[in-house]
T-cell receptor
Framework: EDQVTQSPEALRLQEGESSSLNCSYT??????LFWYRQDPGKGPEFLFTLYSAGEEKEKERLKATLTKKESFLHITAPKPEDSATYLC??????????FGKGTSLLVTP | DGGITQSPKYLFRKEGQNVTLSCEQNLNHDAMYWYRQDPGQGLRLIYY???????QKGDIAEGYSVSREKKESFPLTVTSAQKNPTAFYLC????????????????FGSGTQLSVL
């Protein structure tokens, strides 16, 4: 059975304090790993898709990386507006998409 | 602007009542989805539709029903058979169902919070 585990559940950072969020997964045939950002009371917003181990993608202060067992979302010098819940989702060879429970990030000034 | 519109933002259900959540998209996407989000849990798929007049059950379809009579619309009915309906409901779309496997991103609406009176 496919599993997606995100850690930590919650993370509090000072503005400018870089850190990483983790998404560990087991899947039958990885088709893609997705990162989304979700603000309170809103729908998730797409950030990245990663397909294979070794792949990296960047967007502003965010960088996503992928290995055969996990993905990291690195946040460099975060700002308060980066505060949100970050969701990881993994798609298997049968197109089923499994979401993790998310990491709630709070960046304080 | 293109996007997905969900309504209402908040909805209250009385005991034994059916309620319908609206989802409309103007992205010309073929595939549409309904997810349920509970605090501390990942998104769970209720129903999905790959094309007009066709839909499939997801992981937690019991107590829910859908229709897809138009490409733009995918309403979700929460029936009285759903004993624990309180949750945040998210509608999403993608260009094509198999396209999601090709890195095609999901576009989400802003959600409907359903509560039981």
């Amino acid at each position: 059975e496919d599993q997606v585990t995100q850690s930590p559940e919650a993370l509090r950072l000072q503005e400018g304090e870089s850190s990483s969020l983790n998404c560990s997964y087991t899947v039958s045939g990885l088709r893609g790993l997705f990162w989304y950002r979700q603000d309170p009371g809103k729908g998730p917003e797409f950030l990245f898709t990663l397909y294979s181990a070794g792949e990296e993608k960047e967007k502003e202060r965010l960088k996503a990386t992928l290995t055969k067992k996990e993905s990291f979302l690195h946040i460099t010098a975060p700002k308060p507006e980066d505060s949100a819940t970050y969701l990881c989702a993994v798609q298997n060879s049968g197109y089923a998409l499994n979401f993790g429970k998310g990491t709630s990030l709070l960046v304080t000034p | 602007d293109g996007g997905i519109t969900q309504s209402p933002k908040y909805l209250f259900r009385k005991e034994g009542q059916n309620v319908t959540l609206s989802c409309e998209q103007n992205l010309n996407h073929d595939a549409m989805y309904w997810y349920r989000q509970d605090p501390g849990q990942g998104l769970r798929l209720i129903y999905y539709s790959q094309i007009v007049n066709d839909f499939q059950k997801g992981d937690i379809a019991e107590g829910y029903s859908v229709s897809r009579e138009k490409k733009e619309s995918f309403p979700l009915t929460v029936t009285s058979a759903q004993k624990n309906p309180t949750a945040f409901y998210l509608c999403a779309s993608s260009m094509e169902y198999t396209g999601v496997g090709l890195g095609e991103k999901l576009f989400f609406g802003s959600g409907t919070q359903l509560s039981v009176l």
